[in-house]
């Protein structure tokens, strides 16, 4: 029986050679997405791969604290505002803090929470983190956003 590489008539590589091929796979794919090469090591994109660092120390003792109206708790009929978290509903008269996009939690659910990861549970808003390599790959993800956007009106300028 032949072995594989005889059978497609090639020969097996070597992880050197497989890092250049694989890195000339991706500068094709970046090229036909049109977006900008970086040729230096990429520190951005271990970021897409993990977790957000937790939020800023500073930034989660400063969120502020709300306390829930008769409105917002509702009564037995209609259900009120629930902590998004542990999903149970927020008393009358109950202290609970509120993020940057005004959503509203438990602080026994939100603190450990921002202790593992810096977006809200909900909408992914991010606060700001202490990890300054973290901080400039989102400084760089929104100029890239934002570029696109500019990019997007052209077009759409263009042909209208």
Known sequence: MASYFDEHDCEPTNPEEQYRQNALLELARSLIQGMDIDLSPDVFSEWNQQLPPPAARQVVQSLPTVIISPEQAGSAADRGLKCP??????????????MPCQHLFHSGCIMPWLGKTNSCPVCRHELPTDNQEYEEFRKEKERMKQRKHRLDNLHGAMYT
């Open 85 to 98: 978290v542990c999903l149970l509903e927020f008393e009358e008269e109950e202290t609970v803090r509120k």
